[in-house]
């Protein structure tokens, strides 16, 4: 028989570590700023719950580099919009968008991207509040070759090659990390 | 996050996990409503009838909007010019429409417990859209949103529930909920429409004077009298009754406090709510109506069939 903790232990892989992790907000923000400069007609929509916690990371890089006042930051729930809802309930969260995106550079920034199923239901949850002029991704991990769904990232913090079995767990907070369990 | 139940037939049967996920869903769909697209495709694989055996505007409308901006599709039903008026039973008429694939049945009786009779024999989730004099869970649900959006919290509210309430589900409802939810209660009303045992059976307080019941509560919620469902006169006259249990300016203004009144609709204007206060500022009449489509999304959203 297989020692069950030796065996758990031993396949928790680091992705990412919180000095990586935290250069890789740094690198990405300047990729967003790079191609948006100055930043007029350029929106930031973070997906709730888990997108959030790293697009606040990606807006508070932001607000350095440009005036605070001008970034308009919004985060958006896609409960009501997911195509699995007959399989498994989820908790809604808050849409809080209020700005309009009417003729806006959107970009959407959730933590992992898999099958693109959650960004699929994004974007339908988006449009129903105007159209923007062009819609872009930045992701913190994309896990390739596991899509379902004709959809990539414009930025990307870190694309890996993982099994279906595998799950990417993203840490905030103290000790920050991505692992691969 | 799930109900605990699988059809929504009362308050009573709910936990109070179940009332406040159902709350705090009917936020977030309340949000929705606000938005320029008003609608989510959350439902658009679902198919929902409303059966109709008794009359009814908003409850009605409010459902029907509700499905509609969950993507649903409905059917109505409204028992004149059906089937049922030529003396087809109950299940007959629910198993014939399910047969044409519906996925979930809203459904209002004059019968009590006729949408519980339903449950035991029909394999898709039932909405109870208030039967008889016992329960209107959706209802209470609205009630309970507008009186937590005025005041933040249920618990310690002090609800005074003034009226028909011999023949009032919704007051049945709301003791359930309001109970439940830890605020106090205290009912008022003709001794001849408060059931007999409902301090024992609710463990509330009953008042017969109007004014010290309006003088200790933060919210009243104003039955209507339910003139369709009284065999026999249990007080002399409408206007006697406006006399002793009529809300109007003058006694809101004797108060020398605020209050919140709440009415479910439709409203006696002169007989239970005098015009002035109906329309007046302290009156959450409206909002509760909104609210009731945000609330019933969140129900038909939680209870929408799932694979397993």
């Known amino acids: ?181 | 996050m799930e109900l605990s139940t699988k059809h929504l037939l009362g308050i009573k049967n709910l936990t109070t996990e179940d009332i406040n996920l159902i709350l705090s869903t009917a936020a977030n769909f309340k949000d929705v409503l606000q938005r320029p697209v008003k609608k989510v495709p959350s439902l658009r694989d679902v198919t929902i009838v409303n059966l109709f055996y008794e009359n009814s505007t908003r409850t009605r409308i409010s459902f029907e909007l509700a499905e509609k901006r969950l993507s649903a599709d409905t059917v109505n039903f409204a028992v004149s010019g059906s089937s049922a008026a030529k003396g087809e039973t109950l299940l007959d008429t629910v198993n014939n429409i399910l047969s044409m694939k519906v996925d979930m049945v809203v459904m209002r009786h004059s019968a009590s417990g006729a949408p519980h009779f339903l449950s035991k024999h029909i394999p898709v989730p039932i909405i109870n859209a208030g039967d008889g004099i016992n329960e209107h869970p959706t209802q209470a649900l609205l009630d309970a949103f507008s009186m937590k959006e005025k005041f933040g919290e249920l618990k310690g509210l002090k609800v005074a529930i003034i009226g028909d309430i011999l023949h009032s589900r919704v007051a049945m409802s709301n003791m359930y909920l309001l109970k439940k939810m830890g605020a106090e209660i205290i009912i008022t009303g003709p001794p001849t429409l408060i059931p007999k045992y409902i301090e024992e059976t609710f463990n509330v307080k009953v008042e017969y004077n109007l004014k010290k019941v309006l003088q200790w509560c933060d919210v009243a919620n104003v039955l209507r009298i339910q003139l369709e469902r009284q065999n026999q006169p249990l007080f002399s006259s409408l206007r006697e009754y406006n006399i002793a249990y009529g809300i109007n300016k003058k006694i809101l203004e004797s108060l020398g406090k605020e209050i919140t009144i709440m009415h479910p609709g439709p409203i006696n204007r002169g007989v239970e709510l005098d015009s002035d206060v109906a329309d007046g500022p302290f009156s959450i009449i409206l909002n509760q109506v909104e609210n009731g489509v945000a609330v019933r999304m969140a129900v038909l959203y939680l209870l929408a069939n799932r694979e397993n």
């Open chain 1, 1 to 181: 028989m297989i020692p069950c903790n030796f065996s758990k232990n031993f396949l928790v892989k680091t992705i990412l570590s919180q000095s990586q992790m935290a250069l890789t907000v740094k690198r990405l923000a300047h990729q967003i700023m790079e191609t948006h400069v100055p930043f007029t007609d350029t929106v930031i929509i973070g997906i709730q719950p888990r997108g959030v916690l790293f697009s606040d990371k990606i807006v508070a890089e932001l607000k350095t580099l440009i005036a605070p006042a001008q970034l308009l930051y919004g985060k958006l729930d896609i409960t009501f919009y997911r195509d699995d809802i007959r399989k498994e309930l989820h908790v809604a969260n808050k849409t809080d968008i209020h700005f309009s995106i009417e003729n806006k550079n959107v970009i959407i920034v959730d933590d992992v991207l898999y099958t693109g199923r959650t960004i699929r239901a994004a974007l339908d949850a988006l449009l129903d509040f105007g159209r923007p002029k062009k819609v872009e991704l930045c992701v913190l991990i994309d896990r390739r070759f596991s899509r379902e769904f004709p959809i990539q990232s414009n930025y990307t913090g870190r694309a890996i090659d993982t099994f279906v079995s595998e799950k990417v767990k993203v840490n905030w907070g103290e000790n920050e990390e991505v692992v691969l369990v």
